[in-house]
């Protein structure tokens, strides 16, 4: 794919979609964090049916942390792996509270040090609380990527490199959430809807599904 189609892909999808945001409802960088922790292997929709209620009553690292494993359990039992995550989550506050003032760092290395939080986290947050040109590859752009001929890769790594080599820079910040819509709600694991895309005659997917 060259650069003349990826613009054309990318115009369209953003004036579908001038202002793309993610469907994790956060008030703070720090609900972001938490969200997107527990987002792992679990739906939007299970995240913030949980987070609703933990936010009400404990929505900074100390808070959380005051909750105690317990306490933090029994807000997001409905999301799976919540043993795991409440884990995280408990220890991530604590290293926010010794060593961050109680902030989310806005870098990548001290980001990533935190329990349950891995590249793509780390990508979400820097570009979705504090406006850096970051993609997190997860499962939908991978696909998306490979199958439009986007940024072809065998790894998610070689994928998010090749994004942000070839993302005209216009569009570099709303890139991360345009492909994951896409992907979540167009071209489906399963079965793409190339009926209703509006990107279909760009597209270099071989295996079109149409009617």
């Known amino acids: ?9 990318f115009g369209r999808l953003a004036r579908q979609n001038p202002d793309p945001q993610t469907e994790l409802r956060y008030s703070s960088s720090f609900e972001l964090l938490i969200s997107v922790i527990l987002s792992a292997q679990a739906t939007d929709v299970g995240v913030n049916k949980a ?13 959380i942390y005051d909750l105690g494993l317990d306490g933090l359990k029994d807000h997001i039992k409905t999301i799976g792996l919540f043993n795991t995550k409440a884990k995280n989550v408990i220890k991530t506050c604590k290293i ?4 961050h003032a109680g902030e989310v760092p806005e870098d990548r290395d ?19 609380a ?3 040109p970051t993609i997190a590859v997860d499962t939908h752009i ?5 199958r439009t001929g986007i940024a072809k890769g065998k790894t998610v790594l070689e994928v998010e490199k090749r994004l942000l ?5 216009e569009f570099m910040l709303g ?11 167009v071209c489906k694991a399963r079965k793409p809807d190339c009926d209703n895309c509006i990107i279909e005659d760009l597209c270099e997917y071989k295996k079109k599904v149409f009617g």
């Open 1 to 9: 794919m060259n650069k003349a189609i990826r613009e054309q892909l």
């Open 110 to 128: 001290a980001l990533e040090a935190l329990p349950g939080v891995g590249r793509k986290t780390a990508n979400v947050i820097l570009n979705t």
């Open 165 to 169: 080599r070839t993302t005209p820079k």
């Open 51 to 63: 987070t609703r209620g933990l936010y009400k009553v404990a929505n900074t690292p100390q808070a």
């Open 175 to 185: 890139a991360h959430h345009w492909l994951i819509l896409h992907g979540r709600y």
């Open 96 to 99: 926010l509270v010794d060593q």
């Open 130 to 132: 504090f406006g850096h």
């Open 142 to 146: 991978f696909r998306i990527s490979n």
